[in-house]
């Protein structure tokens, strides 16, 4: 495990921003004093229209505008009149400061091969620069790819030669809506696990973007095989939010009919339903349907051999399937340079078919990649891998304390990335939504919270005795065996009163 001395992580939080701003984003309210920021690294990297776009394999249907053209405004819609106020606030001047002077220190440096101490100062600073990344982790000495980009952090719409979307403004105050309304969610589930109704809970803080865009990009009738933190995928495929806080609070397996929304039952089990997603995938080619088949794994699953079977058996049958890998940099406490030498997305080349590496953190360019590779599934060519580069901002679970591992200094600078701010950022800035649209999501957030505080507290708790259920089809001996021992130690609880004698009642 990657443990950081104790004098690098108390000058790393006292350079540190906290989580502060993300939190605002997230309720709307003061999302604006977020805009805008973005360390110097960032804004070089990555605040500017893009000169050149990566050269992803995943040769997707281009609408081809000029290369490195800035988009223009979304297509028609009724454009509010009044500029939100925000939009001063969201050009702010960068504050960057303790990023770059961050002490990229981390006891894991001195262990690593030559290459990783050098990446790992480059993340902390939080920039994709490519000469500070040409000593990456892959030893290659070859520059860091870049990402598919739609969205630049500061909110600027920009164009990539293969990948791209066309959407009006009511489509992308959609997009703003759902990743507003998952954060709610998942901050009020950890507020739930914090006030012991949830046993666990596995927030999806930063990721809103990668998995709003991906689940937006699907039809009905394609699967969906998530891991265990896919809230804002569940989302977009009509799961019914609180049915997700069951099993977190130990009341069901699972608590939704995969069928009924063709999504998939959590797995904790790493990298397991990639395999799963790849045979649903072959059947659905043998059943000549022409729906794809998604799965999404971690990073850290990326190193499961369950992963690479998926990788082969998909290749060579050719499945509808479409590997989501959000590297959100961490593996509970393993970052993502132990996981692989090359980036995750370059694995794909090996097993034969086209991977791509998206900024995670922009919607748009997670919806436009995840929509390419779901018409080539469904097409029949096949299999892709698409890595959305992003940031698992809050613990890995609630049991977890990220501040053992990592510093605050990386933390700030993929706050200052934020998916929810830079749309926002964007919509204000193109005029694309008002302040009337901020305040009726601000109330809608407000009303989610409030209906998941109320759907937890009614939460029946189930039978004790339906825990033997559901372990075998037809039964088994030792399973009877058990629900008889549990049964008569149940028993030995019931009180006097239960049983209707001697009660004494007192006053
Ligand atoms: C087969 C297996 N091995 C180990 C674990 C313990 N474990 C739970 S989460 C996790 C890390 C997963 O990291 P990643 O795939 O990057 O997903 P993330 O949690 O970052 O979303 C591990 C090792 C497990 N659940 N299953
Ligand atoms: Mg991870």
């Not at 739930?192 to 039809?219: K, T």
Request: contains cysteine.
């Amino acid at each position: 495990m990657t443990v950081e001395s104790t004098a690098a992580r108390s000058a790393a939080r006292r350079s540190g921003t906290g989580g502060k701003r993300a939190t605002q984003a997230a309720t709307g309210g003061k999302a604006a004093e977020n805009g805008g920021a973005e360390t110097p690294e960032g804004a070089s990297a990555q605040g500017k229209p893009r000169k050149s776009a990566a050269k992803s394999e995943g040769k997707a249907p281009a609408k081809t505008p000029a290369k490195g053209a800035r988009k223009p405004a979304a297509k028609s819609a009724a454009k509010p009149a009044a500029k939100s106020t925000a939009k001063a606030a969201s050009k702010a001047p960068a504050k960057s400061g303790s990023a770059a002077k961050a002490p990229a220190k981390s006891g894991s440096a001195a262990k690593a091969p030559a290459g990783t101490a050098a990446r790992t100062r480059t993340r902390a600073a939080g920039t994709e620069s490519k000469a500070s990344a040409t000593a990456g982790a892959n030893g290659s000495g070859s520059a860091e790819p870049e990402l598919v980009q739609l969205l630049t952090p500061e909110g600027e719409r920009v164009t990539h030669p293969e990948y791209d979307v066309d959407l009006s403004a009511e489509e992308i105050q959609g997009l703003y809506r759902d990743m507003v309304l998952t954060r709610r969610f998942d901050a009020e589930a950890t507020a739930l696990q914090r006030q012991g109704e949830l046993g666990l809970w596995a927030s999806l803080l930063g990721q809103e973007a990668a998995q709003i865009g991906s689940g937006r990009a699907l039809h009905p009738d394609d699967y969906v095989f998530p891991t265990y933190r896919e809230h804002g995928v569940a989302w977009c495929r009509d799961v019914d939010p609180t049915m997700l806080l069951g099993m977190f609070r130990g009341v069901n397996n699972g608590g939704w009919d995969p069928n009924s929304n063709n999504f998939h039952l959590y797995t904790i089990v790493i990298g397991s339903q990639v395999l799963h997603a790849t045979g649903y995938a072959m059947g659905v080619a043998k059943d000549g349907a022409d729906s794809a088949v998604i799965a999404y794994f971690g990073d850290g699953a990326s190193s499961q051999g369950d992963v690479a079977e998926a990788f082969t058996f998909s290749a060579v049958y050719n499945a509808p399937v479409v590997f989501f890998c959000q590297n959100n940099q961490w593996a509970i406490s393993e970052p993502t340079e132990r996981q692989s030498r090359v980036p995750i997305y370059q694995r794909a080349q090996g097993f034969g078919f086209p991977g791509v590496r998206v900024d995670g953190n922009d919607v748009l360019a997670c919806l436009a990649v995840t929509k390419a590779a779901v018409e080539r599934a469904r097409s029949g060519e096949g299999p892709m891998l698409i890595e959305a580069f992003t940031y698992r901002m809050g613990a890995h679970t609630t049991s977890d304390d990220p501040t053992r591992y990592r510093t605050d200094e990386e933390r700030a600078a993929w706050e200052a990335k934020d998916p929810i701010q830079r749309l926002r950022s964007y919509l204000e800035n193109e005029e694309l939504a008002d302040d009337a649209f901020f305040a009726r999501i601000e109330e809608e957030s407000e009303a989610m919270g409030r209906h998941v505080r109320e759907a937890i507290r009614t939460m029946p708790d189930p039978d004790t005795m339906a825990i033997f259920e559901n372990a075998y089809a037809d039964g088994h001996a030792l399973v009877d065996e058990e629900r008889a021992q549990f049964a008569e130690y149940q028993a030995s609880f019931a009180t006097e009163s239960d049983s209707g004698s001697a009660a004494v009642e007192v006053n």
